[in-house]
């Protein structure tokens, strides 16, 4: 089946340090990819997208390129802030259905 | 204003009451879904709805039941709350085609004694 693997969290880092996310999916044809975030308090929303093979989506300094050789949506920041600190998901759609399928969800803290 | 909104926002009940959350979208668009997440679990489907005359069971909708209303209301009730229930809901909506984003409420934190 379809599915979203996402690292587990929760991750602490400095502020300006570098930020990865790892995130692979498993997919019957050739989803669209996304990064969901959680501020606290709050549903979540949209990060960033991608749509098809080598798409980089970006947004706010993040960025995450789909790649279809090694089924993954590695979420990226160069120097991540105290303001980054939220919950992340990585999710896929757009199997000729309706259906999102979400990760679990990484918890980033970031200390000033 | 927000474009999908939840009430309440929190709620403590206790074991056997009925609830309702309701959700109200402003975006215009058809599809509807209510989630619950937990800690650890990520967000796990409840029912989803494509339109007004359309309700579907999500991967948990056990102890749950909707109405959609109109296309801009979607409501999520739990007719005998047990404690198990205890989550924080959201609601969610999206565009018709399959690859669009969803956009969330800022949820319903439900307790259940």
């Known amino acids: 089946g379809n599915s979203v693997t996402q690292m587990e969290g929760p991750v602490t880092l400095s502020e300006e340090a570098f930020l990865t996310i790892n995130c692979t999916y498993t997919a019957t044809g050739y989803p669209s990819l996304f990064w969901y975030v959680q501020y606290p308090g709050e549903g979540l929303q949209l990060l960033l997208k991608?749509?098809?093979?080598?798409d980089k989506g970006s947004n706010k300094g993040f960025e995450a390129t789909y790649r279809k050789e090694t089924t993954s949506f590695h979420l990226e920041k160069g120097s991540v802030q105290v303001s980054d600190s939220a919950v992340y998901f990585c999710a896929l759609s757009g199997l000729g259905g309706f259906k999102t399928i979400f990760g679990a969800g990484t918890r980033l803290f970031v200390k000033a | 204003d927000a474009d999908v909104t939840q009430t309440p926002r929190n709620r403590i009940t206790k074991t056997g009451k009925r609830i309702m959350l309701e959700c109200s979208q402003t975006?215009?668009?058809?599809?509807m879904y209510w989630y619950r997440q937990d800690p650890g679990l990520g967000l796990r489907l409840i029912y989803y709805?494509?339109?007004?005359?359309?309700?579907n069971k999500g991967e948990i909708s056990d102890g749950y039941s909707v109405s959609r209303q109109a296309q801009a209301k979607f409501s999520l009730s739990l007719e005998s709350a047990i404690p198990n229930q205890t989550a924080l809901y959201f609601c969610?909506?999206?565009?018709?085609?399959?690859?669009?984003?969803?956009?969330f409420g800022d949820g319903t934190r439900l307790s259940i004694l």
């Open positions: 709805s494509f339109d007004v005359k359309d309700i």
């Open positions: 991608a749509t098809k093979a080598d």
């Open positions: 969610a909506t999206s565009d018709n085609t399959g690859d669009q984003p969803q956009h």
């Open positions: 975006k215009g668009h058809d599809r």
